[in-house]
Each structure stands twice: as structure tokens, then as C-alpha cells.
């Protein structure tokens, strides 16, 4: 389904394909509807903003079912230039699917929190609408000038979201440090571009990528600035050490569903750019990010896991901040198969992306299972807003299935039985790395992925132990929490009963 629209550039007419983009544009027409719809609602209405909300995701991931029999590139050069800004090809499709369904359970597990925190309905909704939208365009960005805008797209709502609870001082805090940190970023990222720009004389990824080879030896120091520099933003977003800082204090000061659309929604944005950017823009220069991502990868999953140690069941500390620690560590994991794809980008571009497909295999792993603990998390911070590990002993005794549900997830998390996806998304990011020899990489994760299994246990043990005197007086689980947990615990199980529909993904899937 093809519309042609009338460019004013040149009198040249381009050809766009509406229904290639109608998922990140769905999502954002319907944030404007839920904007204005609050102004003329009553506050009664104002309750059906959410599950209105929750509906928009849905019809926006509709149309991927109708793209993925074909590939398709649109807004391209006029001429006969093979140079187009946006595609929708097999990865675009999964990463689309991904960020729209973590949208759709976080809209979930939002419902209850909206009424309960007192945030304005309106501009919640509009904002996380938004903030989806931006996301989705992400990974279909095929220019950096688009890129850049939708990762800014996806991160201006989400200071927003997270200074939400008015009269917060923890809140407002973590929005501040949020911006400063992601504006930073994003003009470091914006003069690598630039640098980019001056190098190569395009903002289009084949034409970069060609760019760098070819450029002036006396511009080979500008055009490796420009790199290190653009993928700065992209790793802030994915935080990955030294880009991690913001992520424990904004999970904290953010409400529940806001830290869970940040953990996987905001996650699964930055690794986008970071792939599309070292599979397609940069891969003539895999030398350079190849060791790059190597080391940080080694670095972030062991800052991540050793700070998550720290946070203790016999102390007062929180259930949100070991989540936090926990999605650094597991943003290591998913460096790995970026790093792994370096031999190949230059010359064999198709092995390149199957190495990579590895990281999106575990992203979809990862957002079920860490969306399921975030909305186990959300019902109890219903009556404790501290949400600290010592308040989940013996939830077993007033929540059994929420308390199985929780223990499944952390052991997907952990990568132990009977969470068998986790296991195996992890063995398949581990044999990319052997086999494209970073054995002192899978090395390092290996040992990794037994230091999480401490943190992970701890807090899965306490589930069941006896005690825990306000256990009787925990509330009745809210509908939506419910449902998400449910979904979530299915999606699971689905997942470890046939491990294959996500790590096809890890095995070509994506070509």
C-alpha cells in the first residue's frame, strides 16, 4: 500500500509507503487523540485513557502482520540513488514487535499506578505514547539525521515520566539527572555526526560506511572521533559503564512502570542504534568499535553484577535499585554478539547480522521476564513505597502465584531451570562469542553469569521463607497486574517450552 507524496525539494515527487510506517506513526497520532481527549473528558472518563492507551499498542503492532512477507524501504533519494531513510525489514519488524509489546504490558501495569500515585491521566499517556512512538522509529532509521531524532523522540517524554510524581523530591531529582546526563549525550552524539558528516559528505548508513574507507588519510583521526563520539548517545541510552550512572537513582526516583518501560523499552532503543550504527554505518571500520564493545561489554556486565551484590535482603535496600543493577549487568550480556559481529561487518555483512541476531534473541527473552518482575514489583510498592527485598519475605503466604510467577522470572534472569529460555539465550550469546573468537570474553561473562546467580537465588529464596508479619494485610492484586502477569508468565513458559521462536533470531533468522 503505496501513497505518492509531493516533495517540495527540487519539484521531485517521492514515493511513501504508509503502511511501512504506520506502527511508530499509530503510536504517535494516538498520544495527540489521548492529549486532547483529556481536555473534554470528565475525570471519570478519564479512567478509560489508560486501557484506551493500552488498545492504540495493539492497532499500532497490527500492521506488522501485514509486512512480514516483504521488505520495504521508503523515503528514499530521488535519481535512482539507493539511499532510503526508513526500512521495514525482518530485524525492523522484531524490534517494532518488541518495543510495541513492552509498551502495551507496561501501559498494564501503569493503569493501577496512574490512579494510585494521583498522576494527570492525560498527560501520562500522552507522553509514554510518545515516548513508545520514538522508539519504534529506531531501529527502522536508516539515516543518522532520523536516528538521532527518534532516540530523541524516545527519551524527551521519558524525563517527563519520570519527575511525574508531583511533590516527589526523589522523583524530581532523578528527572534532573536523567536529562542533564541524556542532553549531554545527545550533543556528543550530534558533533560525532557532524564529524561524520564532514568526513564522508553523507548522513545516509551505506553511504558512510563507504565514506570512511574512502575518505582522505588526513581525515581518518576526524572520521574515528566521529564514531566514537555518535555511538556515545546510543550506549547512555542502553546503560552501558561509564554511560550507566543515571539508571539506579531514576529507576528509584521513577514510578514502577516507568522504571520498567525504561529497563526494556528505553533498553531495546539504544541497542537499535547501537546495531544498526556498528553493522551498517560503521562496518567498514569494525577494527575500531569491534575491541570497543568488546571491553565495555566486559566492563558494564561486571559493574553491573557486582553493584547488584551489594544490594542486600537484611538492609533496607531497594527491590527497583537490584532491578536497575541487575539491567546494567544484563546489558553487558547483550554487547556481546555486537562485539562478536566486528570480523564480519566489513566483509561478510550477512554473518555479521546473524552474530548480532543473538543480542535481539535475549532482548526479547529479557523484556518478558524483566517486565513480569517489574509488575510483581508494582503491587507491592501499592503498599510500600520504599519497595525494599526485606518486604517480599514470605510473599509465598499471601500471593502464591504472584510469588511463583516472581521466582520464574528471576530464575530466566539467572539462566536456571525451570526458566530454560534464559539458559539458552544466554548459551547462544556465549557461543558467538567462542565463535568469533572472544573466548576471554564468553570467559568473563561465564564467570558473570555465576556471580548473578547470588543475588538472583537470594531474593527468589526469601519469596518463601516464613515471618513476614504484614503479609496478611497486602491488598488484592489489581486486575491489569494481574493480567500482566499472567501474560508474562505465559510468554515465559512459552519461550522455555520452545526456546526456538526467539533464538531463530541467533541462527540467520533476521536475513
Sequence with gaps: MSVTTAVLAQGTVQSVDWLAIAPPTIAAVAGLAVLVADLFVSERGKRLLGPASAVALLLAALPLLFLRTRDTETFCLPGGQEACSYSADTLVLVLQFLVLGAA???????????????????????????????????????DLVTLVIALEVASLPAFALVGMRRGSRGSAEAALKFFLSSVTATAVTLLGASFLYAVTGTLHFQG??????????????????????????????????????????TYV??????AAFLSVVGKAAGLSGLLLLVVQAFASRAEIWGPALAVLAAVTMTAGNAAALRQRTDRAHSAVRLLAWSSVGQAGYLLVPLAAAAPDAGTHPEQALSSAGATVAYLLMYAAVNLGAFAVVAHLSRTSRTNRLEDYRGLYAAHPLAALALGFFLLCLAGLPPGVIGLFAKVAVFSTAVQNGLGWLAVIMAVNVVIALYYYL??????????????????????????????????????????????????????
Excluded at 498494564?108 to 510518545?130: C, K, T
Excluded at 526516583?253 to 516507568?258: C, I, K, R, T
Excluded at 526469601?462 to 486486575?479: D, I, K, Q, S, V
Design 104 to 142: 502495551f504490558v507496561t501501559a498494564l501495569i501503569s493503569i493501577p499506578a496512574v490512579r494510585d500515585l494521583g498522576l494527570p491521566a492525560g498527560e501520562y499517556w500522552f507522553l509514554l505514547l510518545s515516548a513508545t512512538a520514538g522508539a519504534a522509529l529506531v531501529p527502522a532509521s536508516r
Design 208 to 249: 558512510i560506511s563507504e565514506g570512511l574507507t574512502r575518505s582522505d588519510p588526513q581525515l581518518h583521526a576526524l572520521g574515528t572521533a566521529g564514531l566514537a563520539l555518535t555511538l556515545v548517545g546510543f550506549a547512555f541510552k542502553a546503560s552501558v559503564v561509564p554511560f550507566h550512572f543515571w539508571v539506579p537513582d
Design 458 to 511: 537470594q531474593w527468589t529464596a526469601l519469596l518463601f521463607r516464613t515471618g513476614a508479619p504484614a503479609a496478611a494485610e497486602r491488598p488484592r492484586m489489581a486486575t491489569p497486574l494481574s493480567a500482566t502477569i499472567a501474560l508474562t508468565a505465559v510468554a515465559g513458559i512459552v519461550l522455555s517450552l520452545d526456546p526456538d521462536l526467539v533464538l531463530t533470531f541467533a541462527a540467520g533468522g533476521l536475513r
Design 253 to 258: 526516583g521513577a514510578p514502577v512502570p516507568v
